[in-house]
């Protein structure tokens, strides 16, 4: 892996980031509209690869347009999605006043208009077929993932392929007291789970601006925020607050000698799986690639030693903390699940050599750890991370 000037050296060497070649605006519904930049994309002869960015973070947040190194000569459709990261001026957590009205579903609904601009304006001529690969990363990788999820249909001769994401968020009630990850047993489970430290400071970092991003807690039970609710429901309740669950908010209420109506605990819902794709849909789950920074060290990611009678002293990593690691395992589960679950065991109505596919939940969904993460450093993949993706893209066989 190149060191920082290493890497800084060998982007002089390759060609200048690429040249915005035209600025389309969608107009989205009555909600304004969203900028798509075209890179190494002629609008008359479209390409029959093509690639959907989705940055980092919204254009008013960074103030700058930049494509990761791998992506330079590839034919990039990015789209500059808008969403509120920061309040203005706020003291406290309690302050409405917000930057601009790009909250949640705004960013969604760009994401959309983009896309079936983006899936009718550059298909490829002439009725041929082609395809659309999704990458995204931080909050763009969450988008990248509902996008890809509800727009894969293989028998449509230009849409959504395959999908690479890089520290996504796929379930953002994560962050919420009283999810497993946290547990809120007790008053005092509830407090720690709101300053406890997770295994990223960009992890971290999302956390305190939960309610910039989102205004209100229904909205991380979105599926289309929160991909992972695709798969199964969240089990547990909306709370009425980001910082405290419905548990922890009936403690509270018993403290204060307040009369409890008992739905903090009796409408707990319990955790289960749901069909998606749905068995009627033409959809399938896309090939994956999950990349993440590795989770910082700390007491909770000791390997704890196990014994038992038969073996040798062996070693399990716990590690409870809400991390990127965390976020992708969980998805990849889940997606690995649907394909073993759902659509190989539609397939073996009809294919009497199915089980020859055994391999292909973890060979279509995989997952990279890229690394620890540098402080100071942009928000982009590393060398290693980005080698990973141009790896995959080229093993399945694309090309510019």
Request: proline share 8%.
């Amino acid at each position: 892996m190149f060191s920082s000037l290493g890497r800084r050296c060998f982007s002089v060497l390759r060609s200048a980031h690429p040249h915005i070649r035209k600025t389309v605006p969608i107009t989205c519904g009555s909600g304004g509209s969203v900028d798509i930049d075209l890179y190494n994309i002629d609008e008359f002869l479209p390409p029959k690869f093509l690639i959907v960015h989705l940055p980092p973070l919204p254009e008013s947040a960074n103030g700058v347009k930049r494509l990761p190194e791998f992506l330079y000569d590839w034919p990039v459709a990015s789209i500059n999605y808008r969403w509120t990261t920061e309040r203005l001026n706020a003291p406290s957590q309690e302050d409405d006043e917000f930057l601009d009205t790009a909250n949640w579903p705004v960013p969604m609904h760009d994401v959309a208009f983009a896309y079936q601009w983006i899936a009718e304006a550059l298909a490829p001529p002439n009725y041929g077929r082609g395809g659309i690969y999704v990458y995204g990363s931080h909050l763009g990788a969450g988008l990248a993932m509902s996008l890809s999820l509800t727009e894969a249909h293989p028998h449509k001769r230009f849409c959504v392929r395959g999908v690479a994401a890089y520290n996504g968020i796929y379930n953002w009630t994560m962050f919420l007291p009283g999810h497993k990850t946290l547990g809120t047993k007790s008053v005092r489970d509830a407090m720690r789970a709101i300053r406890r430290s997770n295994g990223n400071a960009r992890i971290d970092s999302l956390q305190k601006r939960l309610v910039s991003l989102f205004d209100e807690p229904t909205n991380l039970f979105d599926p289309f925020a929160s991909p992972s609710l695709f798969f199964h429901n969240p089990g547990l309740p909306i709370p009425e607050s980001f910082y405290a669950s419905a548990e922890f908010a009936g403690i509270v209420k018993t403290m204060k000698g307040e009369k409890s109506d008992g739905t903090e605990t009796s409408t707990t819902p319990r955790r289960s799986y749901l069909v998606f794709p749905p068995r009627a849909s033409t959809l399938k789950i896309p090939e994956t690639m999950l990349l993440h920074d590795a989770p910082a060290w700390s007491p909770l990611h000791q390997p704890q030693p196990k014994t038992t009678k038969a073996t040798a002293p062996s070693f399990k990593v716990h590690d409870t903390r809400h991390t990127f690691m965390a976020q992708a395992d969980e998805m990849a589960s889940l997606m690995r699940r649907s394909i073993a679950k759902v659509e190989l065991k539609e397939r073996a109505r009809w294919d009497e050599d199915v089980h020859l596919l055994a391999a292909e939940p973890e060979r279509r969904i995989k997952v990279v750890e890229v690394g620890q993460e540098q402080e100071g450093e942009e928000l982009g993949l590393n060398d290693a991370g980005q080698q990973a993706v141009s790896d995959w893209l080229g093993k399945l066989n694309i090309r510019r």
